[in-house]
């Protein structure tokens, strides 16, 4: 019985996402409804931030999937939905930021985050072998060396 309860609770879990569209949004073209289920998995729900529209229940998630259907069969290109999204809720809504403009810091951060740490590293561990290599003593320091040697053989 436990075992059958977790493979149910488990299969429910795999379904959930496909849960969220509701039929009343289905389009009828099979075509267009592979566009607008593609594009609802590269736009954020802005209610859930880390859920795709295509898997989110909130209303506003719900709405955006219409707009998407309905900027589709109005024959848009699919980079014309994103843009028509993109205008009314900010770079924000796309999971993928495009590179330009001031997403480009967003793209070279950890790029440079990166050479970064490994400039610091590669400093550290260039000062640390410097201090790490035997120098010869000089003349002053092998006589305070030799008077503390005789210090301790008495």
Known sequence: MRQLLCVF????CLSAPG??????????????EARARALSQDLR????????????????????????RERLVAGDSDEEVLDYVVDRYGEFVLFRPRFEG??????????LAVLLGAGMLF?????????????????????????????DER
């Open 9 to 12: 609770l488990c299969l429910m």
């Open 19 to 32: 849960l969220a569209v509701q039929p009343d949004e289905v389009l009828e073209d099979p075509a267009l």
């Open 45 to 68: 729900c802005v209610v859930c931030q880390n859920e795709n529209i295509d898997s989110s229940n909130a209303p506003l998630a719900r709405d955006l999937r219409l707009v998407v």
């Open 102 to 111: 001031s997403n480009i810091v967003l793209w070279l951060t950890p790029l």
């Open 123 to 151: 400093a550290f561990f260039r000062k640390n072998s410097e201090l790490n290599k035997v120098q010869p003593l000089d003349a002053r320091e092998r006589a305070k060396l030799r008077k503390i040697m005789e210090r």
